[in-house]
């Protein structure tokens, strides 16, 4: 009797437990499927900023491709991270990452001079850092004071990818535009007689004379314009891209950085990156950041 009894109560029991059990499992299930949610979630609006550059060197800003380190690496990351962002470098050839720029599938250029062609399909924001461009030659050019010196003359100007303001050659200069080349390569090609005159960024001229010294060229400082802000240009068609009509625009004068169409609307992550570089360039850490890889006497203020 008594081993029927027990029996009996087992029996009875099972019922319940089992419902238990299959309560418990569903909700397993639940929590299970709400925290791959949130995971996909949180993945899903991770911030990665894509900065895309050419493959060869512009020291110091940056190493040749496959080292990225150098000066954009360093502001652009501090800033990215602030901002709750990590940064990816990406690079290839000019011509591709430009694409890329303009498809949104990179973010940002990190040193981008203003044409209304560009202005198409990136919005100039100041970056913090100054440069202007000055001139090199070889050492029988007599001293060039503007592009416009070049006109009517046989010298070849040299210019790299992207490497001037794309509006600013004048008329009747002969040029000679290689695919690929930095500063070395320019100074290899002027000292062989390959070219005459390279105008190019002054901090990196004076960089690259001062680590490789090349006593048969010449240096134009007095060409070729004042020094000026420089900015990044980021993609209108990246997913942190967002702005919102300029009630200031004035539709009767041209488009340029002083006269947006638009601006970019808070909370927009290309937003919060322009105003953390605002602020690192007021506070002095920009300058702070750039000292550290230039000597002062390499660059002229």
């Known amino acids: 009797m008594v081993f029927a009894k027990r029996s009996q109560n087992v029996s009875i029991a099972s019922p319940g437990l089992t419902s238990w059990l299959k ?13 791959a949610l949130i995971l996909f979630s949180v993945n899903s609006n991770a911030c990665e900023l894509i900065m895309g550059y050419r493959t060869s060197e512009r020291l110091p800003y940056i190493h040749a491709e496959p080292d990225n380190q150098g000066l954009y690496l360093a502001l652009y990351q501090l800033a990215s991270e602030r901002i709750g962002c990590s940064l990816k470098v990406y690079r290839a050839p000019k011509k591709r990452i430009l694409r890329a720029l303009r498809l949104g599938k990179v973010d940002f250029y990190p040193g981008f001079g203003f044409t209304q062609k560009r202005n198409h399909y990136a919005y100039f924001i100041a970056n ?6 000055t001139g090199i030659s070889h050492s029988g050019i007599e001293e060039i004071s503007s592009l416009n010196d070049l006109v009517t003359t046989p010298y070849v100007l040299l210019i790299s990818p992207g490497g001037y303001d794309l509006d600013g050659i004048p008329k009747g ?3 000679r535009r290689p695919p690929e080349m930095d500063a070395a390569q320019a100074f290899e090609l002027l000292s062989t007689g390959k070219g005459d005159f390279f105008s190019y960024d002054e901090t990196t001229i004076r960089y690259e004379l001062a680590h490789h010294p090349h006593p048969e060229l010449k240096l134009h400082p007095k060409c070729c314009e004042p020094m000026r802000d420089m900015y990044l240009g980021f993609s209108r068609a990246s997913r942190y891209f967002k702005t919102s009509p300029n009630p200031d625009y004035d539709p009767g004068q041209a488009d340029s950085i002083a006269n947006r169409r638009r601006l970019l609307m808070p909370g927009s992550k290309a937003h919060a990156l322009a105003d953390e570089l605002e602020r690192m360039r007021a506070s002095g850490e920009t300058e ?5 890889f230039f000597a002062p006497s390499q660059v002229s203020h």
């Not at 702070?288 to 550290?292: C, K, L, T, V």
Request: charged fraction near 20%; glycine fraction near 4%.
């Open 23 to 35: 309560l418990a499992m569903s909700q397993t299930r639940f929590m299970l499927a709400a925290l």
């Open 128 to 133: 913090g850092l100054f440069e202007r461009y």
């Open 173 to 175: 200069v002969i040029t």
């Open 288 to 292: 702070r950041i750039r000292e550290s």
